[in-house]
């Protein structure tokens, strides 16, 4: 059905309005059932009404992707251990791209600049950093994370189409496994477990993914 405004007056669409629409349907049918033609007809006009906000389908992928990617909460309790920090930003992530199949994948495997990537980048870095990791540690222990978290999604998203790796299979890894959240969090225990003990710290970690530092006897006074 046409928008209306008011009467019988058809609404004016905008980016958010194409937006929105873009999301309900990725969230529906996952990002490979996105389309103009999907997005036009979830706001009941025509295709070229929503290409008059775009450049192309792809530019309505990347912008549905960075939409979610920028949506994702960052709440980090500077109380918690750096660990928990950690996992908790990770398991937001994924559920943020759980709830839009195949966004995930695509946000983590682009080579375009992202705003909101480099927003939960700096988080991660800031946590590491901040549990005293020197920054070598800490930008080796990020990627062993993300290379973690990018087969972790691609082996979801195979299981999501009724498959299973054959590695992962052969390992004995099968299905419920790889649809378990805790599956990730232990996986991910493991690779931040090999980091010697650091010790604790006061550090906030703010959203943009700065770290604040912690206070010493001399800024006390």
Not at 10 to 27: F, M
Not at 165 to 189: C, I, N, V
């Amino acid at each position: 059905m046409a928008r209306r405004r008011g009467g019988t007056q058809p609404a004016p669409l905008t980016q958010r309005d194409v937006l929105d629409a873009a999301l309900r349907v990725v969230e529906r049918g996952g990002l490979d059932r996105l389309t103009v033609r999907a997005v036009a007809d979830e706001l009941g006009v025509t295709p070229p009404a929503v290409h008059y906000h775009l450049r192309g389908g792809e530019d309505l992928a990347d912008r549905v992707v960075e939409a979610v990617a920028a949506d994702i909460r960052i709440e980090i309790d500077p109380a918690a251990h750096w660990v928990d920090q950690y996992v908790g930003l990770v398991t937001a992530m994924d559920e943020a791209f759980r709830r839009y199949p195949g966004t995930g994948m695509r946000a983590l495997t682009a080579s375009r600049p992202s705003a909101a990537a480099g927003r939960l980048t700096g988080t991660a870095l800031s946590i590491l950093r901040a549990a005293g990791l020197p920054e070598p540690a800490a930008v080796e222990l990020f990627t062993a994370t993300y290379l973690l978290f990018t087969g972790w999604l691609a082996a979801r998203g195979l299981m999501a189409a009724g498959g299973t790796h054959p590695s992962l299979a052969a390992a004995g890894m099968t299905g419920p496994g790889l649809d378990d959240l805790s599956t990730l969090e232990r996986a991910l225990r493991r690779v931040l477990a090999t980091v010697p003990a650091a010790p604790p710290v006061a550090d906030r970690i703010d959203p943009a993914g700065q770290a604040r530092p912690a206070l010493t006897e001399e800024s006390r006074t």
